[in-house]
């Protein structure tokens, strides 16, 4: 059963009271939303993009979708299909959970030789957000996900990961930072997994009045354990399979709902390491770097 449903963007229905909020339906999951909390000084997705080589992407997934798999390794998931609870907001603390349906056995069998496996993602997380400080901490676990048969897994494998970030503003000079670290481990077979560790590093600086001024680093380290295959971008485990994200723009607010922004992005690859620069196309070398100068108007409806 496909559970991507017709809407792309958050939309759910629930209850809400005293109690928190009770939702079902697509949403950004819990640990997307404590990463950020610390995710400061670049855009998610598009040529200026950071969100790939730290988190393995940005945006809409479903594990119950047969054609997902490519989207195994991330970790900034819009995920559908879920049922989820917010706890009531206390002085700006607040605890988050969500788990999705797992009822795609027969579709998922098409990518991943295992009969019956049900692709789950569950996902909690704690924010704080009070004044000038952000804190988010967050755990996910992706069971039962395949490489598929085309890439060599003969089973479902499970792989969770933790993350911390942190934020600062300071009223003053009217400049933000923030930071964040993700941990993440995948089972690619029988005894055989992949570990990766990432984090990243922004600023923002209002000038003055409209003009900004952002930029964010983003390392990824080595892929370590015993994998002898890489899952989404990040490559086998081994030696130089890491890479480093660079990104600063320009940003004119026209006003709260409307900016321009003009920048610079480079992703450059370990000798054997094929991360790509944001939304274009992955990269048939290893090794090879990837940049690009883009501008472009954004308006939030």
């Known amino acids: ?10 939309s759910a229905v629930g209850f809400k ?3 928190g909020n009770v939702h079902f339906g697509r949403w950004d999951t819990p640990m997307k939303r404590a990463l950020n909390v610390g995710t400061v000084g670049a855009t998610e ?3 200026l993009g950071m969100s790939f080589v730290a988190f393995g992407g940005s945006g809409g997934a479903d594990a119950t979708n047969s054609a997902d798999p490519i989207n195994r390794g991330r970790w900034k998931r819009r995920e559908a299909g879920l049922s989820y609870y917010e706890s009531p907001n206390f002085n700006g603390f607040q605890v988050l959970g969500a788990f999705s349906s797992g009822n795609a056995a027969a579709d998922y069998a098409a990518v991943d030789a295992t009969q019956n496996a049900k692709p789950r993602v569950q ?9 000038p400080i952000g804190i ?10 395949g490489l ?21 503003t300071f009223a003053g000079p009217k400049v933000k930072i923030g930071a964040t670290y993700l941990a993440q481990s995948y089972e690619t077979g029988p005894g055989r997994n992949l570990d990766k560790d990432t984090w990243t590093l922004g600023v923002e600086w209002n ?11 983003a390392q990824a380290g080595d892929s370590k354990g015993n994998s002898l295959v890489g899952v989404g971008s990040n490559p086998a485990s081994g030696a ?5 994200d660079y990104s600063i723009a320009y940003v004119y607010n026209f006003s709260k709902r409307t900016d321009i922004r003009l920048g610079y992005h480079k992703t450059d690859n370990d000798a054997n390491a094929k991360y790509k620069l944001g939304n274009t196309a992955s990269l048939l070398t290893a090794g090879d770097s990837q940049s690009a100068y883009a501008m472009y108007i954004s308006h939030k409806f």
Request: charged fraction near 15%; glycine fraction near 16%.
């Open 1 to 10: 059963m496909d559970q991507t449903g017709f809407c792309t963007r958050n």
């Open 17 to 19: 009271g005293a109690f």
């Open 45 to 47: 997705t598009g040529l």
């Open 123 to 131: 996902s909690i997380a704690a924010t704080y957000n009070n004044g």
């Open 136 to 145: 988010g901490l967050g755990y996910e676990r992706h069971k039962e996900f």
């Open 148 to 168: 598929g048969t085309s890439l060599g897994s003969t089973t479902a494998g499970d792989d969770d990961a933790w993350g911390v970030s942190a934020s600062y």
């Open 207 to 217: 000038v003055a009045g409209p003009h900004n001024i952002e930029a964010q680093y």
């Open 240 to 244: 130089n399979t890491g890479a480093q």
